[in-house]
């Protein structure tokens, strides 16, 4: 099991999950989000080989590839339809980053079609248990328009992503 100072992975209601340690205040960078940058043709290739878990933890890093999180604590962040963080790309890469104040023993999660590109065409049925959960992950095109603004405004839509709204 992965844990750190701040952070563990721990049984959440969907599998495993990040859980914190401690709490974080809105704004905070909860973590960032390691491993190895690969191309959409190796995510593919994940899929195809039938490695459907670890072709779904990778995480959209740019216009064409993608951060693979394979034994890091990033390949257990879980989607919410109304998560307490999100993905932020800064010159270093992704983090993680509180959208509101998370209590110690929180599970922390993020929305994946914040990451899902106008052509991405992944989706995933949802089961976060939000009151206002959208039941599927669609990419961002796919998003409710008041989500999408509401992310833009917080800045958890990299532009690589909204640049492919059109």
């Known amino acids: ?7 563990a992975v721990r ?18 960078t909860i973590c960032r989000i390691r491993g190895r940058v690969v191309s959409a ?3 593919w290739g994940y899929w195809q080989r039938g490695n459907i878990r670890r072709g779904e933890n ?4 740019d216009a064409d590839r993608y951060l693979d999180p394979e034994g890091q604590i990033g390949a257990y962040a879980n989607h919410a339809c109304n998560p307490n963080s999100g993905i932020v790309k800064d010159a270093r890469g992704l983090k993680l980053v509180a ?32 009151a206002h959960c959208r039941r599927t992950v669609r990419n961002v095109a ?13 800045g958890v839509v990299p ?7 059109g």
């Open 99 to 130: 959208l509101r104040p998370i209590a110690a023993g929180e599970e922390i999660t993020h929305d994946y079609s914040t990451l899902l590109g106008a052509d991405d065409v992944w989706t995933m049925r949802c089961n976060c248990g939000d």
């Open 41 to 43: 043709d190796t995510v």
């Open 1 to 7: 099991m992965i844990t750190r100072r701040d952070l």
């Open 11 to 28: 049984k959440v209601r969907n599998g495993k999950g990040i859980v914190a340690l401690r709490s974080f205040r809105r704004g905070a």
């Open 142 to 154: 796919g998003m409710p328009a008041a989500v999408l603004r509401r992310y833009r405004r917080l």
């Open 159 to 165: 532009k690589f992503i909204l640049s492919t709204c």
């Open 58 to 61: 990778c995480f959209r890093f």
